[in-house]
């Protein structure tokens, strides 16, 4: 380190080994030298002065100088000069100005020279974190391939080269081992700036990793012909890509595939085994969940998108298929598809819409006095409740096979008793709860959901704005298992969407007098709202 003081040559050389062992810019070496002459100066010249230390790049000459500033009267001499000295040494002097005051260079001490060793080597430290991180930083979702340094409690401390990475214990496909000075490919995730210095998290399980080792071993994904659109996977044991292609003619499962398997082998052997699923993505919803649950044979699929829940009806035999060891394969395309998947067998279908059957058929029995047979014709039509009846057009129940226009006016005015006589049964419940008959005035509130609310005590305008959607229709939260738990809102069972119990909920709001209510544009208003805009846009 006494060299530094001692030959311009050498620290330049000095500089130039640094940078170049370290990877930093030669500049960062040659200001931490500066500083750590800087230091050792202000303790040869006292704390108190302002000392600068500057090394020419080019030449390695140092030159220490203390800064004075001008003023009208010296209180400290150390960092200050007079103005009539300060113009004996430069004329055109002013007061405010910084004058620059040589001195001789500090010769380097054994204490001078371990404190300036730290400074340099704190300051290439920090310099080279800061260029790992940078290098780093930007190459989140790529696969680095590098060599297991050690191994840490499970988790793995790779060497990139240029820097360190770690795949932690849960980041590692289960059942694999790694040693020192194996070979490892892992993919970035995240890096992140820490006391300790930057840290790159590597992962072999992320979703991700598979989508990136595909792009390695398919052409046509790297090129951007094939996407691929939804991944879920189960590491070490099973996996689900969805694939689609931008050019008809290219079949995005088999280039996935490649000839014998090839491609996709080349993946399942970095993956320690992974079974994966290649399936083509499609937009209809039903269509890319029985791709999903593919090998298993589907026979019907009914999709409730308020939910965002699906019922998947399967043969018999198919049914250990569809959900897989463990509710492994309905898991997995539940994940790719973003649905949740219930999966019955057409024995457990046929049960259920026979029972929903014989509901109806006593539902109309008992409300509207009729015999089973009449019943069964209105459950058999898709009559599912007595409004229905009640308000379906008369020429349609009439046109019901053995039905006739008497009879059809006779079973809406029983219904429509039935409903009047429910709805006084249900204010009556109302006001026994206790809620306000303000509450029946908001738009799409009936008496058996003010009944509703108020079992849930919510019994006045204000109470119903309070709400959020969520309260009225449940929502779904997930358990301790990981499993997603249904939890029921006030309303549940009266088939409210959500956009339903969101009106409900502003209707209460506007009457309780919290917003305005905005006002209706008709479609005429609307379009030529849109014609101007568009017209506005040509101008422009």
Known sequence: M????????ELLQIADAVARDKSIDREVVIAAMAEAM???????????NDIHVEIDPKTGETHVSRYLQVV????NDKIEISLKDAQARNPAAQVGDIIAETLPPVDFNRVNAQNAKQVIVQKVRDAERERQYDEYKDRIGEIVH???KRVEFGSVVVDLGRAEGVVRRDEMIPRETFRQGDRIRAYIYDVRRETRGPQIFLSRSHPQFMVRLFAQEVPEIYDGIIEIRAVARDP???AKIAVISKDSSIDPVGACVGMRGVRVQAVVQELQGERIDIIPWSTEPATFIVNALAPAEVTKVVLDEDTNRVEVVVPDEQLSLAIGRRGQNVR???????WQIDILTEAEESERRQKEFTERTTLFMDSLDVDETV????????????EDVAYVPLDELSSVEGFDEDTAQELQTRALEFIEAKNKEFDDKRRELGVEDDVLEVPGVTAAIAVALGGNEVKTVEDLAGCATDDLVGYYETGKDKERVRVPGFLEGFNLTAEDANAIIMKARVKAGWIEEEPEVSEEDAAEDGAAESEGEEIA
Not at 38 to 48: D, I, P, V
Not at 72 to 75: A, G
Not at 332 to 338: D, P, R, W
């Open 146 to 148: 590098g060599i297991v």
């Open 38 to 48: 800087q230091r050792a100066a202000k303790q040869h010249y006292g704390a108190e």
């Open 375 to 386: 019943a069964q014709l209105l459950a058999s039509e898709g009559f599912a409740s007595i």
């Open 2 to 9: 006494a060299a530094i003081a001692a030959n311009r040559t």
């Open 236 to 238: 070490g044991s099973r």
């Open 72 to 75: 009208e009267l010296v209180d």
């Open 332 to 338: 997995l395309a539940s994940q790719l598809t973003g």
